[in-house]
């Protein structure tokens, strides 16, 4: 039920802001959903001796020159007791915002890190396959190999080297 209420306000942002006003909507949203990874600040929201007033106050204090939609539209989250939605509802505006403008951002992962041309290579050959615009970052991990991961499109391609021995091995076993 959350993700479909979710999309319901993420919609009705869309329908009622212009540009400027989703990129200032997005970066206040965004900015008080990190304040949700603190327990502290979950515990504020969640107390039930607490006026839901005073939260609403609290959290678009938070916000850098809220507008006045923006204002409201915290509000309206606060009366329907729907405030823990914020980062839901972040991340699907983000998401939504990239499907608009057509602009999906991935990950590389891998044990040691590319140079950022051979990145700036791998956006430009992506961006060509798939008629969109790329962006990756990069991420070391333990990886053994690259691994990009574009979630949005629901598309992840790996070169693992302990599957290539696997299969060299595999290869030579079958000549022999």
């Known amino acids: 039920m959350n993700e479909t209420t979710t999309k319901k306000y993420v919609k009705a942002i869309l329908n009622g802001t212009d540009k400027i006003e989703l990129e200032n909507f997005i970066g206040s949203l965004d900015k008080i959903s990190s304040a949700f990874n603190s327990n502290k600040f979950v515990n504020i929201i969640n107390l039930p001796t607490l006026k ?12 850098e020159n809220p507008s006045v939609k923006f204002k409201n539209f915290i ?3 606060g009366s329907n007791k ?14 939504q915002k990239s499907i608009i403008e057509n602009i999906y951002i991935g990950e590389i992962y891998g044990n040691s890190s590319l140079s950022d041309s051979d990145i700036k290579m791998l956006e430009e050959k992506f961006s060509k396959r798939f008629n969109a615009n790329i962006k990756l970052e990069n991420s070391q991990n333990s990886y ?10 629901g598309i992840e391609v790996s070169f693992s ?11 030579i076993l079958k000549a022999i």
């Open 52 to 63: 839901t007033s005073s939260k609403v106050d609290f959290i678009i204090s938070l916000a």
């Open 75 to 77: 509000k309206l989250l």
């Open 82 to 95: 729907r405030l823990g939605l914020i980062p839901n509802i972040s991340a699907e505006l983000k998401a």
């Open 144 to 153: 053994n190999g690259i691994k990009i991961e574009l979630k949005d499109l």
């Open 161 to 171: 080297v302990d599957r290539l021995r696997a299969q060299l091995s595999e290869y």
